[in-house]
């Protein structure tokens, strides 16, 4: 496979496959070749690829490494963070890493969806340091051609058998995360409001009476006092804290923590801050990644009146198990 031409040490391509076959004609000379260089190689994808792939290898199946791709970082945090653990293996053995890593899509709201999208595109950013090749497959069958879409605009090139081809509707990554930005609807009137700048013992205190209002239990109260205190500690670092409100509510199946700040640090940082776990030197941005692990989405914009806004959206309560 022609993938030896890698800026920055690194390769994003998609895979478009119609059957089963289209999907092996990829993955087979991938992993072959990595393996054959003693290269770490993953396979992150469904449990019946994983099966094809195993199959059409035999017995160097056994040096895949393997990971069903529901699992492989649920959220886009999680992905991200999974993917840089793996490429990091390839940094202690002196070897680049092949990663054939399928985004799962099924079943996600159009929020996630788009929280999807933008991922794909930042991983063009946010692995770039890294010296691995990483292929996205995407099954055509059964997803909708919003998506099929999106992964032309969000992959520099594209996979077909052993071939390399250019994507002609690739995507600056930025532009790509700025055109996909819509505005974010008002907060209710019925949302409850804590006006800052307060103590962070009282933004906890607030936070733990509106999750224990919400109906949350006890474990997720702590983690609401987390998100709340890291909120006003990020706006705190960007020096945009003065003149923010703080308000909270319930939408069916999440409660939503949403901050306005109009301070004068209030500045948008870059689009893709908080996807990569914080490294060894500090950021002001750094709290960012402990709020997308805390919630379900994060949405970071500046308001068109002046302002900045981070709206979490995260599980709500009421959640029913059978016994």
């Known amino acids: 496979m022609s993938t030896d031409a890698r800026p920055n040490g690194f390769v994003h391509h998609a895979c478009l496959y119609h059957d089963d076959e289209e999907f092996l004609a990829m993955a087979v000379p991938f992993a072959e070749e990595g393996l054959d260089a003693g290269e770490p190689v993953l396979a992150a994808t469904t449990p019946a690829n994983i099966q094809l792939l195993g199959d059409a290898l035999g017995e160097r199946a056994h040096a895949l490494d393997t990971a069903d791709s529901a699992y492989f970082g649920r959220r886009p945090v999680e992905r991200v963070s999974a993917l840089l653990r793996y490429a990091d293996r390839g940094r202690m053995s002196g070897r680049p890493v092949r990663m054939i890593a399928e985004p799962v899509w099924a079943g996600k709201c159009a929020r996630q969806i788009a929280e999807w999208k933008r991922m794909e595109s930042g991983l063009n950013v946010l ?75 009282a933004v906890r205190r607030f936070a733990r009476l509106r999750a224990e209002t919400a109906g949350l239990p006890g474990e997720r109260v702590a983690l609401a006092e987390t998100l709340a205190n890291e909120a006003l500690t990020w706006l705190v670092a960007r020096g945009a804290a003065a003149g923010a409100e703080l308000r909270v509510w319930e939408e069916p199946g999440a409660v939503v923590w949403d901050v306005l700040a109009t301070g004068a640090g209030a500045a948008l940082p870059g689009r893709f801050a908080g996807f990569a776990p914080p490294g060894p030197e500090s950021s002001a941005d750094d709290a960012l990644w402990l709020l997308r692990t805390l919630s379900e989405s994060l949405d970071v914009r500046v308001e068109p009146g002046g302002g900045l806004r981070l709206r979490a959206v995260c599980a709500g309560p009421r959640v029913l198990t059978q016994g």
């Open 127 to 201: 692995l770039a340091h890294t010296d691995s090749r990483l292929i996205c497959p995407y099954d055509t069958r059964t997803l909708p051609g919003h998506v099929v879409e999106a992964a032309w605009a969000t992959h520099p090139g594209h996979v077909v058998g052993d071939l390399v081809l250019p994507c002609g509707t690739y995507t600056d990554p930025e532009a790509y995360a700025a055109a996909g930005e819509r505005p974010l609807p008002p907060p209710p009137a019925s949302a409850a409001l804590l006006a800052l700048p307060v103590s962070l013992a």
